[in-house]
């Protein structure tokens, strides 16, 4: 089985889903050459489990900001672009109707909808240009969006969750983001598929806010979920570029 990448970089890599998705992708029986992992302050006690899986894998790079990332990552790879972006870097809000803050809604939009795509268009650009490949794939060029069906609108109203509105919305402005992309990075090589990687027990999946209870029994564990997400990603094909699917492959509503 070939890698799913030659090159991939993961977002929000300290922990949770990012963090797996570096240890499942470095510890493959076909690893890609190079993986990238960012995070917000991995020379912190928050990313000291990334350190640690960055020391034990040579192919891996942890980067500490998006601009670093850059220009890190295009000199490693140097003319031959980065194939595959997993955006999972996120924010969580439960903000209800009442306590709402203009600011705190546009920070999360900036972090959740916007993230680093604009800065890594160049690198996928020469990934797929230089692939010699025909159709589109991961091991192409790329960009996952890791979504949620909490932005779905149209599950709004079968999901019980708090309100959450900054979140909830950003998250839909995400899935919204990825159908544009798709449509317009289609004929440059470029797959763009939102993923929502299920109810996972991880520190925003279990916690406690505003009176809402998020259960601490969510269904699926970290490493159940992304092992779904890697078989999900390497059977993306034309026909899933635009799509909005969960761990196992399954198409949710928008």
């Not at 595959?84 to 306590?99: M, P, V």
């Not at 440059?188 to 809402?212: F, R, S």
Request: net charge positive; proline share 6%; hydrophobic share 40%.
């Amino acid at each position: 089985m070939a890698a799913l990448a030659r090159s991939v970089l993961v977002t929000g890599s300290n922990r949770g889903i990012g963090l797996e998705l570096v240890r499942q992708l470095a510890a493959s029986p076909r690893p890609p050459q190079h993986i990238f992992a960012t995070c917000r302050d991995p020379g912190g006690p928050r990313g000291k489990a990334l350190q640690e899986l960055a020391a034990q894998h040579p192919n891996t790079v942890n980067l500490p900001s998006i601009r670093g990332a850059v220009r890190a990552v295009g000199s490693h790879l140097k003319d031959q672009g980065l194939n595959l972006l997993i955006n999972n870097a996120g924010i969580s809000s439960h903000a209800t109707l009442l306590s709402l803050d203009s600011q705190e809604m546009l920070s999360v939009f900036a972090t959740n909808a916007i993230g680093p795509l604009q800065e890594f268009l160049p690198l996928l650009e020469k990934a797929a240009k230089g692939s010699g490949q025909e159709g589109l794939s991961c091991s192409r060029a790329a960009i996952i969006n890791v979504s949620t069906k909490l932005g779905s609108i149209g599950l709004c109203l079968g999901v019980h969750q708090a309100p959450m509105y900054p979140y909830r919305a950003s998250k839909a402005a995400q899935n919204m983001v990825t159908r544009c992309l798709a449509v317009e990075l289609q004929d440059k090589g470029i797959l763009c598929t939102a993923i929502h990687p299920g109810w996972v027990k991880t520190d925003m999946g279990t916690e406690k806010v505003l009176g809402y209870l998020r259960t601490p029994s969510a269904p699926l564990t970290v490493e159940h979920s992304v092992r779904g997400i890697l078989t999900v990603l390497a059977s993306l094909s034309q026909d899933t570029s635009g799509a909005f699917l969960d761990w196992e492959g399954n198409s949710l509503p928008w």
